[in-house]
């Protein structure tokens, strides 16, 4: 069955398939009994881990970009995830880059996606996720949230746009990721650079200090970050005090792919992920582990994409 279903997704351009995959996984789940059935399927049988504050049922967690408008929580938590993190959200809603933005690598078992942030915006996303919310009151599901700038708001405003997504989405949100590091919005990662990431970690900071209840911090960066701005990283996260990172998000590497050439430049720009990613990510993770405190004796965030 798992071969047909392949094959017929794989028949489909890539980002059709992952619409129709989770659409299917819902009609599915539609039918009565059948949640608790995943349910027990996929239930990891491991103990729970409280990291940041917050108690985790397990380590399996599905990262950004999977489910960004937050429409499908309540199924994808009947496979086994402890944690799902949605977005990136925006404060206005964006229809993204333009189609085709998603690829297969098949032979490199890869994808190059250059989405560009599409989202239903912070006011939509809140609206599901405080339904979500009155739904399962008792879900242990943590739910993060990724948020970002809009594409056409300047680096120097940028600020204003994550204020805008943590004000108006604090009350769901389990966590935050603050998003800087996607290759698909022009400029964003220059909001990596030393001074403007820690005027915008420090300002997301200070709302949430003022908080009854503050919400822990994360900051996702890229795979492709030189040691010397590792070492910033690694600064402006003392300094500032966020709770955490996740390493890392997309490379714009190309090197030592299967994938013919010619086919790579026809894809052209975005973010690389899958197994070509994962010694280029994993080399971040170790670097920065040498740097830092682990959150845990066994815990590290990692994210490929």
């Known amino acids: 069955?798992?071969?047909?279903?392949?094959?017929?997704?794989?028949?489909?351009?890539?980002?059709?398939?992952?619409?129709?995959a989770l659409d299917v996984l819902k009609f599915v789940q539609f039918f009565p009994g059948v949640k608790s059935i995943y349910r027990k399927i996929y239930s990891p049988k491991v103990a729970?881990?409280?990291?940041?504050?917050?108690?985790?049922?397990?380590?399996?967690?599905?990262?950004?970009?999977?489910?960004k408008n937050a429409k499908?929580?309540?199924?994808?938590?009947?496979?086994?995830?402890?944690?799902?993190?949605?977005?990136?959200?925006?404060?206005k809603p964006?229809?993204?880059?333009?189609?085709?933005?998603?690829?297969?690598?098949?032979?490199?078992k890869a994808i190059i996606n250059r989405m560009g942030f599409n989202n239903d915006g912070m006011e939509v996303i809140a609206q599901r996720l405080a339904k979500f919310r009155k739904r399962n009151p008792n879900t242990s599901l943590i739910v993060g949230v990724n948020i970002g700038k809009n594409k056409v708001t300047p680096n120097e405003s940028a600020v204003e746009d994550y204020k805008l997504c943590f004000n108006n989405l604090h009350t769901y949100a389990d966590y935050?990721?603050?998003?800087?590091?996607?290759?698909?919005?022009?400029?964003?990662?220059?909001?990596?650079?030393?001074?403007?990431?820690?005027?915008?970690?420090?300002?997301?900071?200070?709302?949430?200090?003022?908080?009854?209840?503050?919400?822990?911090?994360?900051?996702?960066?890229?795979?492709?970050?030189?040691?010397?701005?590792?070492?910033?990283?690694?600064?402006?996260?003392?300094?500032?005090?966020?709770?955490?990172?996740?390493?890392?998000?997309?490379?714009?590497?190309r090197g030592g792919l299967k994938t013919d050439a010619s086919t790579i430049e026809k894809i052209?720009?975005?973010?690389?992920?899958?197994?070509?990613?994962?010694?280029?990510?994993?080399?971040?993770?170790?670097y920065l582990r040498k740097k830092l405190p682990a959150i845990s004796d066994h815990w590290s965030w990692r994210h490929n994409g």
């Open 72 to 91: 499908y929580l309540e199924n994808l938590e009947t496979l086994g995830f402890g944690h799902i993190e949605i977005g990136t959200v925006t404060p």
């Open 268 to 286: 052209g720009n975005g973010g690389l992920s899958g197994a070509p990613e994962f010694k280029i990510s994993t080399d971040v993770l170790i």
């Open 176 to 253: 935050f990721t603050v998003n800087v590091s996607s290759p698909n919005t022009p400029g964003l990662r220059e909001l990596q650079e030393k001074e403007p990431l820690t005027k915008l970690l420090n300002t997301v900071q200070g709302l949430n200090n003022q908080l009854t209840k503050r919400k822990p911090i994360l900051l996702k960066i890229a795979p492709d970050l030189t040691e010397s701005q590792l070492d910033d990283i690694v600064e402006i996260v003392t300094n500032t005090k966020i709770d955490g990172l996740i390493t890392t998000n997309t490379t714009i590497e």
């Open 1 to 20: 069955m798992y071969k047909l279903f392949r094959a017929l997704l794989f028949a489909l351009p890539a980002e059709t398939a992952h619409y129709v």
């Open 48 to 67: 729970t881990e409280n990291v940041f504050g917050l108690t985790f049922n397990n380590q399996l967690g599905l990262a950004a970009g999977f489910d």
């Open 94 to 108: 964006q229809i993204g880059n333009p189609k085709p933005r998603l690829f297969r690598l098949i032979k490199d």
